[in-house]
């Protein structure tokens, strides 16, 4: 969640996700927007609803949401950057609409249809740390937002990884 960002604590996390790349381990992070996206949306007076914890939008709300993706994402790669560490935030994923589903048309919201593995293992095999945005992108480069936690989730076996960890603003670091 982006209130950790804001947190006196998130340099010592970039801090420690700087020893883990610094022993050769490798690192990827997928930030959330929630709250940013929250913000910026009220900000903007568009409204949007939860269902099945997936947030509904209309088509005017996608230009922010992506704008609010890339605003955490950019707090998360300043912040390494100030650690020497290289990263990218990259547009790896390709994902499709959610479409309608009992009735309810979920708008703006997408799910992961494929993630470019090869690409993310070149930028994690050349030292890099890859950022994930919460943005897919279908074949014609129309963006949804999609879950920062699906896309944590789906990365990490799509890697093999040995490790998820998830930290949360109302949980801590959570390792799954």
Not at 24 to 51: F, H, M, Q, T
Not at 73 to 85: D, E, F, G, H, R
Not at 105 to 126: Q, Y
Request: net charge negative; proline share 3%; with cysteine.
């Amino acid at each position: 969640d982006d209130k950790l960002f804001y947190s006196p604590l998130f340099s010592s996390h970039i801090k420690d996700i700087a020893l883990l790349h610094a022993s050769g381990l490798k690192v990827v992070i997928v930030p959330g927007a929630k709250k940013r996206i929250d913000e910026v949306l009220c900000s903007a007076n568009i409204s949007w609803i939860y269902k099945d914890n997936v947030r509904i939008t209309d088509d005017e709300a996608i230009p922010l949401i992506k704008m609010a993706a890339f605003d955490v994402s950019n707090i998360v790669m300043t912040n390494l950057a100030a650690n020497k560490i290289n990263a990218v935030i990259g547009n790896w994923v390709t994902s499709r609409a959610i479409g309608v589903l009992d009735g309810q048309d979920f708008g703006t919201a997408g799910e992961i249809e494929k993630l470019e593995v090869s690409a993310i293992k070149t930028v994690l095999d050349d030292g890099f740390i890859p950022i994930f945005p919460c943005i897919g992108w279908n074949a014609v480069g129309h963006p949804y937002n999609i879950s920062s936690i699906s896309l944590a989730q789906q990365i990490a076996v799509n890697l093999k990884a040995d490790k998820l960890f998830f930290m949360m603003e109302d949980g801590g670091v959570n390792s799954k």
